[in-house]
């Protein structure tokens, strides 16, 4: 019934003190998908209460290469049980509860979260799939996670509602190690020069050569006149010069420029041996 699975990215233990607890799941299937969206994120701390079915073939399936978050999920009969040895519980909900209780939004709760785990676990608690949590149940949380969805279409799947709030985790704790240097996990790559790009950005000198280049290609092939230019150099300027080429770019284009030089050259040859020939032809008459 188990799948082989991928070993966990990290167990370290930010990761490891954030609790995933999953109350009355219905379906077992959405608790292979909820240790699904765990692990992309990193995380495997599962904790089940009073699930109607696990483990089972249903929930390894939906599990795919997370059947090691199933493996060591911990199965308790109740709520309390499963936030005993916690320091911080915070649990999803919609809005608009008859007594007022803290909210946060995802991205506060990952930051809540990461503050407390130095201290001990920390339960993110999710209710059943039909009705969520009780009143009771969110009673025992310091903290409501409120997710703001769509409000005209807002139930969320359980493993898409678990995804968003590992996601955050997973944010927060990135930013973490950008901030000690450790890792470039965030850092955009959109240019030649940022970190990651394959080859370096190509110099003005360079850049200045392509377009010499292509002016030149250009009147060869009697696309370009200098004597009547108009604006056309100065929008390819434009075009190209938004590409922030690299120097392997350059150096692909530049051959592209020398192939049709040298085609148009070809081409040349040709009507100028048949126009030689014709002449030959008509002196002989």
Not at 42 to 65: C, H, I, T
Request: proline share 6%; charged share 25%.
């Amino acid at each position: 019934m188990n799948k082989p699975a991928l070993p966990l990215e990290s167990t370290d233990t930010y990761n490891d003190q954030i609790r995933i607890v999953l109350v009355e799941t219905t379906h077992s299937g959405n608790i292979g998908a909820v240790a699904r969206a765990m692990k992309n994120m990193g995380l495997g701390n599962l904790w089940l209460v009073k699930p109607s079915s696990f483990p089972d073939e249903a929930s390894y399936a939906r599990a795919s290469s997370a059947a090691d978050v199933l493996d060591r999920a911990q199965v308790v009969s109740t709520l309390d049980e499963a936030l005993s040895e916690c320091v911080l519980v915070m649990g999803t909900s919609a809005r608009g509860r008859k007594v007022p209780w803290p909210v946060v939004s995802p991205p506060q709760a990952a930051v809540t979260a990461a503050e407390h785990s130095s201290r001990g676990p920390v339960a993110l608690v999710f209710g059943r799939e039909s009705s969520g949590l009780s009143n009771e149940e969110l009673q025992h949380c310091h903290y409501h996670i409120h997710i703001p969805s769509n409000p005209d279409y807002s139930s969320l799947n359980l493993a898409m509602a678990v995804q968003v709030i590992c996601y955050e985790l997973r944010m927060h704790y990135l930013r973490g190690l950008e901030e000690e240097e450790s890792s470039p996990y965030l850092d955009a790559m959109l240019v030649p020069g940022d970190r990651g790009w394959d080859v370096p950005p190509a110099t003005v000198n360079e850049v200045e050569g392509f377009f010499g280049h292509l002016e030149q290609m250009l009147e060869d092939v009697d696309f370009h006149r200098r004597d009547n230019p108009r604006q056309l150099m100065a929008r390819l300027r434009r075009l190209f010069q938004r590409a922030q080429m690299d120097q392997m770019e350059i150096n692909i284009l530049r051959g592209v420029l020398s192939s049709a030089q040298k085609a148009a050259g070809a081409r040349e040859g040709v009507r100028g041996k048949a126009t030689a020939a014709r002449v030959v032809d008509e002196g002989q008459e």
